[in-house]
């Protein structure tokens, strides 16, 4: 789709830990061209990773027609908002699916007046996904891209 053309409808559902596997199988297929790309493709520590940053009180399945294309993790941490995950299946992106779940978790920090913090694989299109967004880079490790976003807070001149 162009950037001129609208989001397609999706929608959202409620997670439990019942559907670990289902999103473990939305997040490799995510993520499997960025980690081959950089020789990192290892499934079992995938799954160990999304175990380790498993909220489902946090998660929501997004839903394209009733069906599961990708998911996200926001979640309450100290005084920011964190972004744990965010995929969307690869035959599913460049719908600007993506782009209306960053409009969604912006508007909510924006509402709460809190920073969102991110990470994203380097070397990994997700970057440039979260630059567009708004999101700065404020620190790298030996993996990722650490970013953060804060929101527009109100002029207290008037």
């Given at each position: 789709?162009?950037?001129?053309n ?98 969604l ?54």
């Open positions: 789709m162009s950037e001129s609208p989001t397609p409808r999706i929608s959202f559902a409620p997670v439990t830990s019942t559907d670990f596997e289902l999103l473990h199988n939305l997040r490799l297929s995510a993520m499997q061209p960025s980690l081959e790309h950089l020789g990192r493709f290892d499934p079992e520590r995938s799954r160990q990773r999304l175990l380790n940053s498993f909220y489902p009180e946090h998660t929501q399945l997004i839903l394209l027609q009733s069906k599961p294309v990708g998911f996200y993790t926001f979640r309450p941490v100290d005084d920011y908002l964190k972004l744990d995950h965010l995929y969307v299946r690869p035959a599913f992106q460049s719908q600007r699916i993506g782009a209306a779940i960053m409009a978790v912006i508007k909510q920090a924006d509402q709460l007046q809190k920073p969102i913090h991110v990470c994203a694989l380097q070397q990994s299109a997700s970057n440039r996904f979260y630059q567009q967004h708004g999101f700065i880079p404020h620190r790298e490790d030996d993996w990722n891209v650490y970013y953060r976003w804060s929101p527009q807070f109100p002029n207290l001149s008037d």
